[in-house]
């Protein structure tokens, strides 16, 4: 397949909100292009460069687009991804002008609209709308097999790219690869907000209700003695965590995928803040490190059990197979009830133990990897959103050499894009400024007057008291006393709540 091939549906998908013009013109790329470039075609669709970052910054990478382009289309998906490849395995003294020289070559080949989805690709900034919901469904088209066996397939790998390469080539048997296996992460199931917790009783009935805690989302596998411990991204956090790998070696279960949270707590059995928490993620002194800040482990969920699957079994079996599997002091505090006096007192308990709410849960739902539905509800006493940060704005007075003032966006599953809510300062403390001033000028695209613009990947959990009407924003919509809790740097911005969940608090109001 020619580049300019994929460039033309990029563009096709782009201009329309249609997901049934999506999905066809997703399906029909796929069943164009050959067995080796299935993977490409999804990966660079959803703006993925199979090779990770180049080691070029976006100037020079916009120097070396903005010679003459080529006048006629040549280069084709393999050419380009074995150019990556050259430019990714270029290393040691001089690799800096060796990669710039290999992909000026690149770009020399390459036409205008090549170029410039090129560029975009390189820096992420690539969106035209082509949500892995959607492509998951075209490659059920292309592959003429059934979506919900391809959502499936997807939830357990991780990666549309590579099921779609198994199912283009080998159909319905290519799926069978996919399995919950141990020591392998899945998606982790996500969670709706509710407005309180009468309207989580109302809509769940009888529900597990867990405190929910201000925590590190960590997945947790054992076969025998050997834990691995994974992010809520999916990386292995496992050198870091050696107190959670100790507590649970000494569980009774041999064979078990775990769910939970890893918390900082206070010698008075408070939580410390979240940023404490994650400080302990990503260190290489982990034994060290836990000697001086351990992470306590509350588990909530059990995937698999001594050689069972349980994520198609229901809530309350895994709720007791979890029971067997870990030791009581491992289980995340947990009632059982429909009495929404009960709810309510549970939920003021965790509230007075320094917690941020409750999670209610249905006891009869399936686990549903990667997938954000009503069978978990957050409740928590205000309305908190994790938004994406567009652009910033210097400070002034106190705050002058400071980026300040964030300008925050929804995720719009439609368009690909976000889309603008509102600004806040507050809630910054200094250290927060100066760090967010440090990653947000990494993040830079471009400024006007004095508004950066970054590229939509840093997400941040913001408190409302309330959405209003306004005029001013696309949505029809504003954030009212929005101030910020804290930074989600364990959330990509895919994960950003969508502008459909703040309608529906709004419509709640």
Sequence with gaps: MQLSDLVDVSRRVGATRSRLQKRAALSGCLRQAAPAEVGLVVNY????????????????????????????????????????????????????????????????????????????????????????????????????????????????????????????????????????????????????????????????????????????????????????????????????????????????????????????????????????????????????????????????????????????RPGVERFQRLAAAVTAELQVPRIVTADKRKAAEFLDTALAKGHEGVMAKSLLATYQAGNRGADWLKVKPTHTLDLAVLAVEWGSGRRRGWLSNLHLGARDPESGGFVMLGKTFKGLTDEMLAWQTQRLLELEIGREDSVVHVKPELVVEIAVNQIQTSPQYPAGMALRFARVKRYREDKPASEADTVQTVRDIFERQ
């Design 45 to 312: 669709l959803t703006g993925r460069l199979p090779q990770g970052r180049i080691g070029l910054g976006p100037a020079i990478l916009r120097r070396l687009a903005g010679g003459e382009a080529a006048s006629t289309p040549t280069l084709s998906l393999i050419d380009v991804d074995a150019a990556f490849e050259r430019i990714t395995a270029t290393l040691g003294k001089g690799s800096q002008s060796a990669r710039r020289e290999q992909l000026a070559g690149l770009f020399d080949r390459a036409a205008a609209a090549e170029r410039d989805f090129l560029v975009r690709l390189i820096l992420g900034e690539l969106r035209q709308g082509a949500l892995e919901g959607v492509l998951t469904d075209a490659i059920a088209d292309a592959a003429s097999l059934d979506a919900v066996e391809v959502r499936r397939a997807v939830m357990l790998a991780g990666d549309p790219a590579v099921v779609a390469t198994a199912a283009m080539r080998e159909g319905r048997a290519g799926l069978a690869h996919f399995r919950l296996t141990p020591l392998s992460p899945i998606q982790p199931m996500l969670a709706q907000p509710a407005t309180d917790i009468h309207e989580a009783m109302d809509t769940l009935g009888e529900a597990a209700l867990e405190y929910k805690l201000d925590g590190a989302r960590v997945q947790i596998h054992k076969v025998q003695s050997e834990v691995r411990i994974f992010s809520r991204r999916l990386n292995d956090v496992t050198a870091s965590l050696p107190e959670i790998v100790r507590a649970v070696q000494a569980c009774p279960g041999q064979q078990v995928i775990l769910d939970g949270e890893a918390i900082a707590m206070r010698a008075d059995g408070r939580p410390h803040p979240f940023q404490i928490t994650m400080s302990r993620f990503g260190r290489r002194d982990g034994i060290a490190a836990s000697g001086r800040l351990p992470l306590h482990v509350f588990l909530f969920d059990c995937l698999h059990h001594d050689g069972d699957d349980l994520i198609d």
